[in-house]
Nanobody, 127 residues
Framework: QVQLEESGGGLVQTGGSLRLSCAAS????????LGWFRRAPGAEREFVAG????????AYADSVKGRFTISRDSAKNTVYLQMNSLKPEDTAIYYC????????????????????WGQGTQVTVSS
């Protein structure tokens, strides 16, 4: 089982930036796909970004493409989500997730593909 711990959330004004971090432990870091999801008030959880085991491939939701960047650092066992040009509609709890299956797509983009989840970190964008 992979343990995940997010950090870096907070309150930011429209147009501002935040970087979320997620430290992973419990499995060899290079063996797990990683992703970020979010849940806004009154809404369902949605995929935000995903990254392959090597970090060479990424995927993004259309709503964040060009503004958010997912990356991973194997030396720190950490995945990041750099969020720029933030909008009020980005306000949500952001969750880090891991997919440790031996087989699967290069980048996992659905919640069903992920088996471990962090506690979440709140991001609030004020207008």
């Amino acid at each position: 089982q992979v343990q995940l711990e997010e950090s870096g959330g907070g309150l930011v004004q429209t147009g501002g930036s935040l970087r979320l971090s997620c430290a992973a432990s419990g499995r060899t870091f290079s063996s797990i796909r990683l992703g970020w999801f979010r849940r806004a008030p009154g809404a369902e959880r949605e995929f935000v970004a995903g990254i392959s085991r090597s970090g060479a491939a990424t995927a993004y939701a259309d709503s964040v493409k060009g503004r958010f960047t997912i990356s991973r650092d194997s030396a720190k066992n950490t995945v990041y989500l750099q969020m720029n040009s933030l909008k009020p509609e980005d306000t949500a709890i952001y969750y880090c997730a891991s997919d440790s299956r031996a087989v699967g797509r290069m980048v996992s983009t659905t919640g069903d593909e992920y088996s471990s989840w962090g506690q979440g970190t709140q991001v609030t964008v004020s207008s």
